[in-house]
């Protein structure tokens, strides 16, 4: 088990808490996971991973997206069979989009379907309602439904379990689909980069006005695979880093992505300090069929905890 220290931080003012995971504060744990199955040799390692999350009994699973291989046909079919495979898990699951499931479905490999249509269908499929999926589904917000200016993003969702406040925001691999020879994909990310940014910002600030002791942030992409090549990541750090910053207690952001199990400590503000308080885990996938189990506990030395488990690396 990987641990990292930080201090607490806690704000208290007497405020409207959002709603989710009925849970008293102090320690909370979840599953996180994604980028899987992407092949089919991939799905009976990931059936037996299903089995030892649920075999955990989790009250949180957070799935940050990539439900399928880049390469493989994006049909209704197969994106409705990864929906019922969040159902069958115990406790609650919140998905996050990944770009494999839509943005990517352009490929030949991948059926050249359209991706806005398909980002249509992933919308009204898995997001149709403001509540998770998974066995036991709990009451999340949305924003589309406190926002008018975003009111298309039914996708990110706002929960607190245990003292801490946790948002998916949906940002996904390929450039944020940030594609500047595709007039169609550019106006899309411009629309859905400000929703993220204004959503992130606003999660923060939440975070601080209800006295939430930590910060989860859940979204697909890696924003330091490319380097900052492209630019579709750039909107989405500073927002994290500012409202972090402006925060200023322990945070979480979660992604997949680079299939590289990470947890470290790469986010800087704006003069180029580094943000020792925000910590990133990238989790398994791809080949790696593991997931990882973490532990908030803003009493202990250690705040976040971490242990991937699972079947491990799948040759194929």
Same mark, same amino acid.
């Given at each position: ?31 996180? *996971? $994604?980028?899987?199955?992407?092949? &089919?040799?991939? !799905? ?5 991973? +299903?089995?030892?999350? =649920? ?105 607190? *379990? $245990?003292?801490?406040?946790?948002? &998916?925001?949906? !940002? ?5 689909? +940030?594609?500047?020879? =595709? ?134």
């Amino acid at each position: 088990m990987l641990s990292f220290r930080l201090i607490p931080f806690v704000l208290c003012l007497a405020v409207l808490v959002p709603p989710g995971l009925a849970q008293p504060a102090g320690p909370v744990t979840f599953v996180a *996971m $994604g980028d899987m199955p992407y092949r &089919t040799e991939d !799905v009976a390692p990931f059936e037996t991973l +299903l089995a030892s999350i =649920n075999a955990g009994r989790p009250t949180l699973t957070i799935h940050v997206g990539d439900i399928k291989g880049g390469g493989t046909p994006c049909t209704d079919d197969a994106i409705l069979r990864q929906r019922d495979y969040m159902d069958s898990i115990s406790g609650a699951v919140v998905y996050t989009p990944g770009d494999n499931e839509w943005t990517d479905c352009h490929r030949k490999s991948a059926g050249r379907f359209d991706p806005l249509e398909r980002l249509a269908f992933l919308r009204r499929e898995f997001f149709g309602q403001a509540r998770s999926r998974g066995r036991a589904p709990v009451d999340v917000l949305r924003q589309a439904d406190m926002d008018p200016d975003h009111r298309f993003v039914v996708e990110n969702a706002r929960w607190s *379990m $245990g003292g801490v406040l946790f948002a &998916t925001a949906h !940002v996904v691999g390929s450039n944020n689909n +940030l594609d500047r020879k =595709n007039p169609q994909a550019v106006a899309e990310y411009e629309a859905r980069d400000a929703a993220n940014v204004a959503w992130i910002g606003d999660s923060f600030v939440r975070a601080a006005a209800t006295g939430a002791h930590a910060v989860v942030l859940a979204m697909q992409a890696d924003p330091f695979l490319l380097m900052g090549i492209g630019g579709g990541f750039r909107n989405t750090l500073t927002a994290i880093s500012d409202g972090a910053k402006a925060f200023g207690g322990p945070v979480l952001v979660v992604h997949g992505d680079g299939h590289e199990y990470t947890i470290d400590t790469p986010f800087y503000d704006s003069l180029g300090n580094p943000l020792t308080n925000v910590f990133r885990l990238e989790v398994p996938g791809a080949d790696d069929i593991r997931a990882v189990r973490v532990k908030i506990d803003p009493a202990a030395p250690t705040v976040f905890s971490f242990e991937a488990f699972g079947p491990g690396k799948n040759p194929g």
